[in-house]
Each structure stands twice: as C-alpha cells, then as structure tokens.
C-alpha cells in the first residue's frame, strides 16, 4: 500500500503481506489513518515514512519483516501509538539520524 501526496482516509483491517518493498509506504503530503492491520513477511521494512510522511499508525501487528518493522526517515512526523512490533529482521523501529 503506498499513500502520496495529498492522500488521507484510514486503511483498517487488512492482511499486509510477502511485499518485495515496503509493505506500507507513506510519502510526503499524505496522512493516512493506519490501524488494525496485520503488516508481515515482507522482502524489505513493514511501514516506512519518508520525505515528511505525516498520518497516524496504530494498534497495528507488525511482524517477521527482512528490514525493519517501521522506518522513519528525516522530516516525517507520524502519531505511533499501541503497535506491536515482532520478530523484524533487522530492527522493530529506525529513525533517520535528525541533523
């Protein structure tokens, strides 16, 4: 699932899975609503913000991801709240380093 600029409303519900890239992808100008999904299994992060992705993520599972379970990169400012994050493969949250 990819959001881009200008994109709101909620995803609710949904078995995210096996995605060779990130299995949701916010970008700048859009503020998704994310909760109660199931985000797994992917070749790369599960949930990733980037270039000032905006939106709320919560009450998701996140889990068994090859990178990690949610990437935030520099400028983006989600709400997290009550997520679980399991088993990523490389780290459950990463930050982009602010300058």
Known sequence: MRARQGAFG???GNDIFSNSQAG????????????????HSGRASGVVYFEGGMGALASNTVWGNEEAGLQITEGSEPIVTANRFLRQGRARVREAPSP
Not at 30 to 39: C, D, E, F, K, V
């Open 10 to 12: 909620e995803v609710v």
């Open 24 to 39: 949701v992808a916010v970008e700048s100008g859009a503020s998704p609503h994310i909760h109660g999904n199931w985000i």
